[in-house]
């Protein structure tokens, strides 16, 4: 059995997608064990109308909910019945709880995972890595720093690419990620010092697959699987992608249902646009993970729905089965070793 | 007359499109004159197949290119005979020149107006501020800086902001352009030091609508003018737009093109798929403006049609005819003098 802990109230839409998408995942999925943390008088009605294994689906009560317009590290220490400090209180004293999904707040999250889980010895920090469709079908890209940590060192850039590496090899089986440094411009010399320096640094990396800078526009272009970078320009990356997708999709659609023909043709069509949003659409990649916290910690998104829960718990489950905390607290040992000394050059 | 200078040598399709694009200009606007600058072997074939204006339409004759791969500060130096070398020198010793307008190497441009043309009094940095379509039909959002500066502190920002509204209002006709802070969240409160220190300074700042700060996905939103931010996340904010568009563009293209039934739709659509394209076309919207400059200079974008290289030259008339850089100078000196007595507080 692998047990998962689940936070019931994060997000728009709960308790009912958090419950919907737990539900599915204990059925999909034989040796899950879940704990559903949240307000019980709201859980168990919605879990009676579902089919499951109860044996496997347990209630952990808590009265409150943190909100994204608490205050992240005041809220986790004051908030102490809200559902998500009670699933990190759980995660962090019940040996057995391997990870927690969360839709609720980023801050709240980031803060409870420092304050209450820790960190891999030798992390420096944990750090976002959310995965995104490219526009090859099936191929997938990781952004490493997402939004965790805006001001960053060389060897934080450094421990994301180690990190992202791991996690998308043993969660996503792509095999030798290839690992790009997010820059203004393709050539070497390219950038700011932090870039810079971060570059000689992954090019002297051992165990990653560095090719070099990358631009923001050939992120979705499929030639690269994980992309390094700050907190700050990572988040700038990940949001001006969604939202010109978003807004695109958008006026496309207001356009075609402009005239009569084109209504004919969207009509015609409609399948094959469904395909493309179903491509981009985020409910079917899973959650944000925190890489480099002591447990698996999830952050899915705000506004998913049944599957996207059902997403990050499968997430989840992937990479406790593949054990990938213990990847990374071993390759993080071997990596920042390495540069300090000479002979590794 | 208003005399601009054209670098006939830079971009992708130089010079053929630069050629025609000025032919064009010189056609539209009465009481233009150019400066063709580049190897007149092949300008004058050129310009022998267009009407134009000849007595409007001069060749300076270049017999060198900086490209892309030059050294930019280096090439401006040494390249003397180069396009864009004589271009500035041109634009730095004739008091007539009033802009520059190149599709060359972006460094090079750069380093050129540093070197030659200098500053505004009181700018700190110059910055590029490109121009974006967004989703409304007609309306559009300016980023700067999107990397002029990959390091920057609240003071340049300010500036930033300052350009921008002045730029936006003389050659868009944008009034009281809302002006917010590219950040990862909306709060107040959000981002890094740089961030946090330039909110309050643009919440004192006289002369500009300051609306707050704006997450990365609401850039082509509608809801603001212009977007102040440093050249490093500006050119990540740009370039990952212009990517997901054209990314986006090209899944759904070839989605359509993969049965019978929705290749009938596209042609139905296609009208429509072609107003949207060309609504998105940075062809039509000038190049990206470098604010701050003693003399208007703007470079358009690499790929450039004759359409684009026609709408840099009508951008830099209206930003001279309309005195953007005397504008600039005066609310300069007075929007960084303010902050220094406590009095304006």
Redo the contacts between chains.
Sequence with gaps: MLKIIVDAMGGDNSPSVNVKGTVKAVNQIKDLQIVLVGDESKLTPLLAQEKYDASRLEVLHACEVISCNDKPTEAIKTKKDSSMSRSFELLRTDTEARALVSLGSTGALLAGTVLRVGRIKGVKRPAFCPILPT?IAGNIVGICDS?AN??CDPVYLQQFAVMGSLYLNKAYGVNAPRVAL?N?GAEEEK???LRKETYQLLKNTDGINFVGNM???????GDVDLVVCD???G??????????????????KK??M??F??K??????????Y??KD??DYNNYGGAVLLGAAKTVIKGHGSSKEEAVYQCILQAYNMEANNLCQAIAQEIAQATAAPQSPAAE
Tied chains: 1, 2.
């Design positions: 526009m939004g805006v001001d997010l203004i950038g700011d010092a631009e923001a526009r050939d992120l979705l272009s907190g700050f320009s988040n700038i990356l990940l949001k001006s992608t969604e939202g010109a997708c978003l807004e695109l999709m958008r006026l496309l356009s075609m402009s005239s023909k084109s004919m043709g969207a009509l015609l069509i409609k399948d094959k646009m395909e493309v491509m981009m």
